[in-house]
């Protein structure tokens, strides 16, 4: 399903789902759990740079890491990021992620 992910390339055992359902602060219920379409929901409303920083964050690789990876400065990190998780808070994530939209 996701085995060739970016995700997958950082998180062997955390699921697009769990991660979601922290970030909404919402029941395990509610979120669908369809990785393919999590991700894929997540990849369509990110730039590249904001997804890989996004799912690099999330496990928990350091922050020089990531500015290394992403040639990037702390400063340009810490908007990306900031950017990336307003994205995914938007009522239209929420809702393509909700089971009951």
């Known amino acids: 399903m996701l085995d ?5 390339q ?3 055992t955390k699921s697009i789902h769990d991660t979601l359902v922290t ?6 219920f509610d979120i669908t759990s369809d990785e393919k379409a999590l991700y894929a929901s997540i990849k ?6 904001e997804l ?3 799912i690099m964050k ?25 950017k990336a ?5 938007q ?3 929420r809702n393509e992620a909700s089971l009951n939209n």
């Open 4 to 8: 060739n992910s970016l995700w997958r």
């Open 52 to 54: 890989r920083a996004f």
């Open 91 to 93: 009522d239209g994530m």
């Open 23 to 28: 970030i909404y602060g919402c029941e395990d």
């Open 58 to 82: 999330e496990a928990t690789v350091s922050d020089s890491v990531i500015c290394n990876t992403l040639h990037v400065n702390e400063d340009e990190l810490e908007l990306m990021l900031r």
């Open 10 to 12: 950082y998180h062997s």
């Open 85 to 89: 998780y307003r994205k995914i808070r």
């Open 44 to 49: 369509r409303r990110l730039t590249k740079k």
